[in-house]
């Protein structure tokens, strides 16, 4: 299998199975903006990605997300933007990396509300 993995900016990563790509992809604005929402949800720290323009994506990619190391081993509960519904929708829930990180795939590449139990 091979990957394309790039950094998105500081904090966020996409990586793509190129065995998943079929054909080639124009150009794409996938840059965001990590900040952290204080008192959304008690018992929980939350940070918003915020997308710079919401994309369609023509393959599944996974986004990475850098949370922080010192969130290891706590449960991440993510939310992903719905253009549909208009508003955010649990993706999936998922332990925090070794190395700080939460990952979902997607062909959607929108705004995230990522909760990580304290």
Known sequence: RAYF???VNK???ITFDMQEVTTAVSDMNLTS?????QNFAEGFD????????????????TLHYHVGSEYTGKIAYIYALSE???????????????IGNVAIKTDN??????????
Do not use: H, Q, W
């Open 5 to 7: 993995a790039a950094v």
């Open 11 to 13: 904090n966020v990563g």
């Open 33 to 37: 903006t990590m900040v952290p929402v």
């Open 46 to 61: 939350t940070v918003r990605v915020v997308a710079s323009e919401r994309t369609k994506l023509s393959v599944n990619a």
């Open 84 to 98: 549909d519904a208009g508003s955010f929708e649990l993706y999936r829930t998922c332990t925090v990396n070794e």
């Open 109 to 118: 590449f929108t705004d995230v509300m990522i909760l990580i139990a304290e």
